[in-house]
């Protein structure tokens, strides 16, 4: 059968066969470890599952206004105002099912055939894709050399006058790195001098350690409003990815463009998931601070023990729940074969750097129990010895 050309030239999401792999693995009755997919491993929190059994019990059944629940829209505007001091009324929200779709979303309002936008690698898996997917080209400005931080000029070497916008994402997944005031200072310089639009994903924002401070990009140019989506959502920082919920926030016409695209699509988010996702925004900050102390002891442990081993080098990361390992110097660099044996021989499942334009690099999510992480990183230093 023919298939769309589009449909031939996508790529499967690296995270997710990695973790299809290990979960059929594990069924299998294999030892399986997992570090690949990045989900907290922790149930989400009682508030939200509370307000999503109430809603059941209200009868809360049916389709939902198309952008959200008002309540759960106002919510996410109230929870800007405080957390970042931006204004957002709640018809600046739009809520959909996860946040991969907003970004989908944003990309197919905001891309044509032929338009770059830029990256910053290492980058997520499903950017590139979901760029490709709306007839745009990524252009990719490694950070590998700068500290996982982009400078202006490797900025400035990738724009072209087919530049239209700017995709990026702090605290970063895969690196963990969190991009600064003066870093995205520099960045919104150039979306400002060149009129590129920003879709800032800070999914990760309220994973930060060791005193890091995560930083939203209008908090430092206020005047990119208007130009500037913020991504979000309830998966990582309320422990809800399997609810699918996901918010964006930015200008008035804009988010309605997004909903007008997401009313052919999936329509609403499921009621119920829309309304545990309030249930977590207004009761679960000290749910989130206790598996964020979690995590934070997690990276120390995994951070220490990968430091103790061969070959390896990482840099600390200040937020999101991965290290994102160089494996150059190791007799096996190549990272697509270093996770396929490190799978098939330890059982231990990680992420190879090429998924995300990082090769020599691979991936480790530490949001699994201190006992995987102890015993995961066992294996890995058995691995790297018998290479
Ligand atoms: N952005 C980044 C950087 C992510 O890691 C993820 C994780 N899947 C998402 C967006 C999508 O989140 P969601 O599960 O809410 O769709
Ligand atoms: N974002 C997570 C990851 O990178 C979840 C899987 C996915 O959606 O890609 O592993």
């Given at each position: 059968?023919?298939?769309?050309?589009?449909?031939?030239?996508?790529?499967?999401?690296?995270?997710?066969?990695?973790?299809?792999?290990?979960?059929?693995?594990?069924?299998?009755?294999?030892?399986?470890?997992?570090?690949?997919?990045?989900?907290?491993?922790?149930?989400?929190?009682?508030?939200?599952?509370?307000?999503?059994?109430?809603?059941?019990?209200?009868?809360?059944?049916?389709?939902?206004?198309?952008?959200?629940?008002?309540?759960?829209?106002?919510?996410?505007?109230?929870?800007?105002?405080?957390?970042?001091?931006?204004?957002?009324?709640?018809?600046?929200?739009?809520?959909?099912?996860?946040?991969?779709?907003?970004?989908?979303?944003?990309?197919?309002?905001?891309?044509?055939?032929?338009?770059?936008?830029?990256?910053?690698?290492?980058?997520?898996?499903?950017?590139?894709?979901?760029?490709?997917?709306?007839?745009?080209?990524?252009?990719?400005?490694?950070?590998?050399?700068?500290?996982?931080?982009?400078?202006?000029?490797?900025?400035?070497?990738?724009?072209?006058?087919?530049?239209?916008?700017?995709?990026?994402?702090?605290?970063?997944?895969?690196?963990?790195?969190?991009?600064?005031?003066?870093?995205?200072?520099?960045?919104?310089?150039?979306?400002?001098?060149?009129?590129?639009?920003?879709i800032f994903d800070e999914i990760y924002e309220r994973l930060v350690y060791g005193g890091a401070k995560?930083?939203?990009?209008?908090?430092?140019?206020?005047?990119?409003?208007?130009?500037?989506?913020?991504?979000?959502?309830?998966?990582?920082?309320?422990?809800?990815?399997?609810?699918?919920?996901?918010?964006?926030?930015?200008?008035?016409?804009?988010?309605?463009?997004?909903?007008?695209?997401?009313?052919?699509?999936?329509?609403?988010?499921?009621?119920?998931?829309?309304?545990?996702?309030?249930?977590?925004?207004?009761?679960?900050?000290?749910?989130?601070?206790?598996?964020?102390?979690?995590?934070?002891?997690?990276?120390?442990?995994?951070?220490?023990?990968?430091?103790?081993?061969?070959?390896?080098?990482?840099?600390?990361?200040?937020?999101?729940?991965?290290?994102?390992?160089?494996?150059?110097?190791?007799?096996?660099?190549?990272?697509?074969?270093?996770?396929?044996?490190?799978?098939?021989?330890?059982?231990?499942?990680?992420?190879?750097?090429?998924?995300?334009?990082?090769?020599?690099?691979?991936?480790?999510?530490?949001?699994?129990?201190?006992?995987?992480?102890?015993?995961?990183?066992?294996?890995?230093?058995?691995?790297?010895?018998?290479?």
């Amino acid at each position: 059968m023919r298939l769309s050309k589009r449909i031939q030239e996508i790529q499967p999401s690296a995270t997710i066969s990695i973790s299809n792999k290990a979960k059929a693995m594990k069924a299998e009755g294999k030892p399986v470890l997992s570090f690949s997919v990045g989900e907290p491993d922790f149930n989400s929190p009682e508030c939200a599952s509370k307000a999503a059994i109430d809603a059941i019990n209200r009868g809360e059944s049916h389709y939902t206004l198309n952008p959200g629940i008002i309540e759960l829209r106002q919510e996410v505007a109230k929870y800007y105002k405080k957390r970042f001091n931006l204004d957002y009324t709640a018809d600046e929200v739009l809520v959909s099912s996860g946040a991969k779709p907003l970004l989908y979303e944003a990309l197919q309002m905001l891309v044509d055939p032929g338009d770059e936008v830029i990256l910053f690698a290492p980058a997520w898996v499903s950017y590139v894709e979901q760029i490709h997917l709306a007839g745009g080209k990524e252009v990719i400005v490694d950070t590998l050399a700068t500290d996982l931080l982009p400078t202006r000029a490797a900025l400035d070497k990738a724009l072209s006058p087919k530049t239209v916008g700017i995709l990026m994402n702090t605290p970063s997944n895969p690196s963990g790195a969190i991009y600064g005031e003066e870093t995205l200072k520099m960045i919104a310089d150039v979306a400002r001098e060149k009129g590129l639009w920003i879709i800032f994903d800070e999914i990760y924002e309220r994973l930060v350690y060791g005193g890091a401070k995560h930083v939203n990009i209008l908090n430092v140019a206020p005047d990119l409003r208007d130009q500037t989506i913020l991504i979000n959502g309830a998966s990582k920082a309320y422990a809800m990815t399997g609810w699918r919920i996901g918010y964006a926030v930015g200008p008035k016409e804009l988010i309605k463009k997004m909903n007008t695209l997401q009313a052919h699509l999936t329509s609403n988010a499921s009621s119920i998931a829309q309304w545990a996702a309030l249930g977590a925004l207004k009761d679960g900050d000290p749910v989130v601070e206790k598996m964020r102390q979690a995590f934070e002891e997690r990276r120390g442990t995994i951070l220490e023990l990968v430091r103790d081993m061969p070959y390896l080098k990482v840099r600390e990361p200040e937020g999101a729940f991965y290290i994102f390992v160089d494996i150059r110097d190791c007799p096996l660099p190549d990272d697509m074969k270093f996770c396929e044996r490190l799978l098939e021989e330890k059982f231990v499942a990680a992420v190879p750097g090429t998924a995300f334009f990082a090769p020599g690099f691979v991936r480790f999510s530490y949001a699994c129990s201190m006992d995987n992480i102890k015993e995961g990183m066992k294996r890995l230093k058995e691995f790297l010895q018998s290479l």
